[in-house]
Each structure stands twice: as structure tokens, then as C-alpha cells.
């Protein structure tokens, strides 16, 4: 009897944690998590910034790996609408600029086209519904550009 009750008592933590992970935490913050796809591959290695609309408090962000990225409800979201930015350095490197040298120090070419990072209009409202499955397929070269 006591097993059948301990047993039940678990199963019910278990039900009541799922739904509470999907609130917000106690300041207000939402986890987020998701996944994270550049021309059908996922994003091996990279960041995804979360830029709050204007009237929002802060802005949240984390490291993609293996097309999955996850930011605890201490570092992450309030409801509301966000510019989203995501980033992913190829293994090229940029051209070296006219007049310099091949051997300079130069940044790595991003493989998120700038619609994505730089220049970004991807937006989206951010609610306890969707902050845990939040899913971005981007169209970017299937190929990293040549140096």
C-alpha cells in the first residue's frame, strides 16, 4: 500500500512539474528553448540573441549546439515581441581587404545570411505557449561561401 502511494505521489510531481515549467518564473522570465536550422542542416555551432520590442525589459540569448539551443527561465525571456538574431561562423574566412595581406588576422564568414543576424526582420511574440518549442528554419546556402 505504501509503494502505491509513494508511487502515485511521484507521478503527480511529475504532471504538476511539466505544466509549471511552461509558466514563467517568479520575476516574470520564461525558459526558451528550440531548434535551429540553416538550409535544412542544423546549426552545428552558434548564438541566438532575442532582442525585446520597444516597452519590453531585457533581452535574452544563448549558444546553439547540434541545432538546439535551451536558456533557463533565470536568463530568459518576459512575454512579448522580439527581434530575433542568429549567428554561425563558417570555416572560411573573409576576404582580406584591399591591400592587405593574406596572413592578417581576419573575422570568419558567417554562414547566416545578415537577413538573419546583422540586418535581422525576424520577429516573434514570445508567450508561456510556444518559449519551450520554438522552431527556426532558415534559408541560407546549403554550401559555406569560398574565401
Not at 536550422?37 to 520590442?53: D, K, M, R, T, Y
Not at 549546439?65 to 554561425?88: D, K, N
Amino acid at each position: 500500500m505504501l509503494r502505491a502511494g509513494m508511487v502515485a505521489a511521484c507521478l503527480f510531481a511529475a504532471v504538476a512539474a511539466r505544466f509549471a515549467c511552461n509558466r514563467p518564473d517568479a520575476g516574470g522570465r520564461m525558459a526558451l528553448g528550440g531548434t535551429v536550422s540553416c538550409g535544412g542542416q542544423p546549426i552545428e555551432s552558434g548564438a541566438i540573441l532575442f532582442e525585446p520590442g520597444s516597452g519590453e525589459r531585457s533581452e535574452a540569448g544563448g549558444l546553439i549546439a547540434h541545432g538546439r539551443f535551451w536558456i533557463p527561465a533565470a536568463q530568459g525571456a518576459y512575454p512579448g515581441e522580439y527581434l530575433v538574431r542568429v549567428y554561425a561562423a563558417s570555416t572560411a574566412q573573409a576576404a582580406p581587404a584591399a591591400g592587405q595581406s593574406e596572413r592578417a588576422s581576419r573575422p570568419m564568414v558567417d554562414r547566416v545570411p545578415e537577413r538573419y543576424n546583422a540586418k535581422s526582420s525576424l520577429t516573434i511574440r514570445l508567450g508561456p505557449d510556444n518559449a519551450r518549442d520554438l522552431r527556426f528554419d532558415l534559408e541560407c546556402e546549403t554550401e559555406a561561401p569560398a574565401p
